[in-house]
């Protein structure tokens, strides 16, 4: 899986620890039944509560609570396949896109996980190749890739938090390719409960990485 999702071994995801989440239901004691993982580089601006309390919000089948990215990078890495399928979703900002999904918040259903015979289907290998060739995927930010590119065929297991839920902070994409589009991703009306405020690690390999604000 590392393979698929990070830029290779020395790199910022190349690290297993961004990874434990895909699998953490198979780690964890089966006594804890939910977790919420955030990102070290979040302010709160709610009582984290309240985010628990989207967990009542899942419908059936959905395994993870996540929001979704709100830059295209998605809309970059899946070049390819939008190439090949001309008004496609994949990759297109919301509402009726699939902009992909980031990880710094997430909310982990583990009782699901392990119930989910399709979830952990995913988990094998060949599974996650073949999805992967499907929609020519290569990318390079660990966990959410994964997420990602699961969710573009199989949207039911994720639960989509609401933009206020991790409003991120990071504009690096709009400086590099994609002004005409950008605002359409970044838009998040309501109050914030969290933001995100990213560590410049959602652009290509080999860029310099910075703070985002």
Same mark, same amino acid.
């Given at each position: 899986?590392?393979?698929?999702?990070?830029a *290779?071994?020395?790199?910022?995801? $190349?690290? #297993?620890? %961004?990874?434990?989440s =895909?699998? @953490?239901?198979? /780690?964890?004691?089966?006594?804890?039944?939910?977790i919420i993982?955030?990102?070290?580089?979040?302010?709160?601006?709610?009582?984290?509560?309240?985010?628990?309390?989207?967990?009542?919000?899942?419908?059936e089948?959905?395994?993870?609570?996540?929001?979704?990215?709100?830059?295209?990078?998605?809309?970059?890495?899946?070049?390819?396949?939008?190439?090949?399928?001309?008004?496609?979703?994949? *990759?297109?900002?919301?509402?009726? $896109?699939? #902009?992909? %999904?980031?990880?710094? =918040?997430? @909310?982990?259903? /583990?009782?699901?996980?392990?119930?989910?015979?399709?979830?952990?289907?995913?988990?094998?290998?060949?599974?996650?190749?073949?999805?992967?060739?499907?929609?020519?995927?290569?990318?390079h930010?660990?966990?959410?890739?994964?997420?990602?590119?699961?969710?573009?065929?199989?949207p039911?297991?994720?639960?989509?938090?609401?933009?206020t839920?991790?409003?991120?902070?990071?504009?690096?994409?709009?400086?590099?390719?994609?002004?005409?589009?950008?605002?359409?991703?970044?838009?998040c009306?309501?109050?914030?409960?969290?933001?995100?405020?990213?560590?410049?690690?959602?652009?290509?390999?080999?860029?310099?990485?910075?703070?985002?604000?």
């Open positions: 899986m590392q393979k698929l999702f990070s *290779g071994a020395g790199t910022y995801y $190349g690290d #297993p620890l %961004f990874f434990l =895909v699998a @953490l239901h198979r /780690l964890l004691p089966r006594e804890i039944s939910r993982q955030v990102d070290l580089d979040v302010e709160y601006r709610a009582n984290i509560r309240e985010l628990f309390d989207e967990f009542d919000n899942f419908p089948g959905a395994v993870i609570g996540i929001a979704r990215e709100m830059q295209p990078v998605y809309r970059h890495i899946f070049w390819q396949y939008r190439k090949e399928h001309p008004g496609t979703k994949v *990759g297109d900002p919301p509402p009726d $896109g699939l #902009p992909g %999904f980031n990880s710094g =918040v997430l @909310l982990l259903d /583990l009782e699901a996980m392990r119930r989910s015979e399709l979830y952990n289907g995913l988990l094998e290998a060949g599974a996650v190749r073949r999805l992967a060739d499907k929609f020519h995927f290569r990318g930010l660990g966990d959410q890739d994964f997420f990602t590119l699961v969710g573009m065929e199989h039911r297991l994720f639960y989509t938090l609401d933009c839920w991790n409003r991120q902070l990071c504009t690096w994409w709009r400086d590099h390719g994609y002004s005409d589009v950008f605002d359409h991703y970044f838009q009306n309501g109050h914030v409960k969290i933001y995100h405020r990213e560590l410049q690690h959602t652009h290509p390999p080999g860029v310099a990485q910075r703070w985002c604000c």
